[in-house]
Structure formats: structure tokens, C-alpha cells
């Protein structure tokens, strides 16, 4: 496969309103760097944090009004302007130094989180399409241990639901403590979690 120069993307520009989002057709497809997978992209999922960081909606610690991105405390890591889409599927078209050549050609769903330190505290805790350009692209660039081999039956289009919205709903039935014939109200049903 020959993997062109440019891509099209959407790009957020600032925070704001859908305004802030531009369609672009000459945008550089990204180069695989050490330990990472050049991914096309099939399908590409929006969550609720997508927009929130478009807004600016997260507030600061000191002003829970201000504009401000996903990472209320440490380094501010998003910077314009930055392809979104943190929940993405697709298949590796090729790989960076030290990921084996076997890869290209697997079908896979992203982990959107960016680890720094444990992981036990948001503020060491970023994501895809925030802190580095993300799927809302044809081509997106990320670790290879974040970039899952999936088997699945399913259309690319919902695996790319699971990402952010199964991992929420597993986190909240976790925290809950629920148990197998535990009864659950889910109030909306109109998203991917409820």
C-alpha cells in the first residue's frame, strides 16, 4: 500500500463553538516514530470530552467557569491546532523503529489514554486527540502497545464506540461495587453509556 503525503483531517482551531472545527485536505499524514503505528483510520467515535474540549468547558481548580482543556492541573498539553478523536478504530498500514513489520495489516481499536507516571491521578492522565493529534483524520499515529488487535465480527464503526464509552460504563459498574443480579437503572439510554 502506498501511504500518501497529505490526509484530510478536521482540525480544532481554539475553543469555542462547531465554528472552531476546520475540514482540511492538505494536512501531513504523520510519520510512526520509534515504538509507535501509523493507523488508517475507518472509523472514529465523539464523546462527550471531544466537545467539553472544544468549549474550553472544563474549568480551572481556582475557576470552575474559565476556559480551559482536559488537564485541570500540571502542563496544559493541547495546543492548536490539534486533529481530535480519541476513540478510534482502523487497520496499522505501518510501524515505527522497534515494532515488528508483522503488525502492518492488523485490524485494531486505540487506547486513547496517554500514561505519565502511575495513572492513579488525572493529572497524569491525558488523551489522544488532546495531548497529540487523535483519529479524526485518515491517519492517526500512536503508541503500538495502545493499539489493540481486534477479531471482533463487529463493523469498525462500533468498535470505535467501545473506546471511551464501554471503559466508562465498566468504571462506574466497578466503583458501584455491582454484583451478577443486581438490578441497574440506566436513565436516557440515549448515548453510549445512558
Same mark, same amino acid.
Given at each position: 500500500m502506498t501511504i500518501p503525503g497529505n490526509m484530510q483531517a478536521v482540525l480544532l482551531t481554539g475553543h469555542g463553538g462547531p465554528e472552531k472545527l476546520e475540514c482540511r485536505s492538505n494536512v501531513p499524514v504523520p510519520a510512526p516514530g520509534p515504538g509507535e503505528v501509523l493507523i488508517e483510520v475507518s472509523a472514529c467515535g465523539m464523546n462527550n470530552t471531544d466537545i467539553w474540549v472544544r468549549e474550553g468547558a472544563y474549568g480551572t481548580d481556582d475557576d470552575p467557569h474559565a476556559t480551559a482543556s482536559w488537564r485541570r492541573a500540571g502542563d496544559n498539553t493541547l495546543q492548536f491546532p490539534r486533529i481530535q478523536g480519541a476513540d478510534t478504530a482502523g487497520h496499522i498500514v505501518d510501524v515505527g523503529e522497534g515494532v515488528s513489520s508483522a503488525r502492518v495489516g492488523e485490524r485494531v481499536m486505540v487506547d486513547f489514554s496517554?500514561?505519565? *507516571?502511575?495513572?492513579?491521578?488525572?493529572?497524569?492522565?491525558?488523551?489522544?486527540?488532546?495531548?497529540?493529534?487523535? *483519529?479524526?483524520?485518515?491517519?492517526?499515529?500512536?503508541?503500538?502497545?495502545?493499539?489493540? !488487535?481486534?477479531?471482533?465480527?463487529?463493523?469498525?464503526?462500533?468498535?470505535?464506540?467501545?473506546?471511551?464509552?464501554?471503559?466508562?460504563?465498566?468504571?462506574?459498574?466497578?466503583?458501584? *461495587?455491582?454484583?451478577?443480579?443486581?438490578? !441497574?437503572?440506566?436513565?436516557?439510554?440515549?448515548? *453510549?453509556?445512558?
Amino acid at each position: 500500500m502506498t501511504i500518501p503525503g497529505n490526509m484530510q483531517a478536521v482540525l480544532l482551531t481554539g475553543h469555542g463553538g462547531p465554528e472552531k472545527l476546520e475540514c482540511r485536505s492538505n494536512v501531513p499524514v504523520p510519520a510512526p516514530g520509534p515504538g509507535e503505528v501509523l493507523i488508517e483510520v475507518s472509523a472514529c467515535g465523539m464523546n462527550n470530552t471531544d466537545i467539553w474540549v472544544r468549549e474550553g468547558a472544563y474549568g480551572t481548580d481556582d475557576d470552575p467557569h474559565a476556559t480551559a482543556s482536559w488537564r485541570r492541573a500540571g502542563d496544559n498539553t493541547l495546543q492548536f491546532p490539534r486533529i481530535q478523536g480519541a476513540d478510534t478504530a482502523g487497520h496499522i498500514v505501518d510501524v515505527g523503529e522497534g515494532v515488528s513489520s508483522a503488525r502492518v495489516g492488523e485490524r485494531v481499536m486505540v487506547d486513547f489514554s496517554i500514561y505519565n *507516571g502511575d495513572g492513579k491521578s488525572l493529572v497524569d492522565i491525558d488523551y489522544i486527540g488532546h495531548g497529540r493529534d487523535g *483519529g479524526y483524520a485518515e491517519y492517526v499515529a500512536v503508541p503500538a502497545e495502545q493499539a489493540y !488487535v481486534c477479531a471482533s465480527s463487529m463493523s469498525d464503526a462500533e468498535l470505535a464506540t467501545f473506546c471511551c464509552a464501554y471503559l466508562t460504563g465498566e468504571h462506574m459498574l466497578d466503583r458501584a *461495587g455491582l454484583a451478577a443480579g443486581e438490578t !441497574v437503572l440506566i436513565t436516557g439510554a440515549s448515548g *453510549g453509556v445512558g
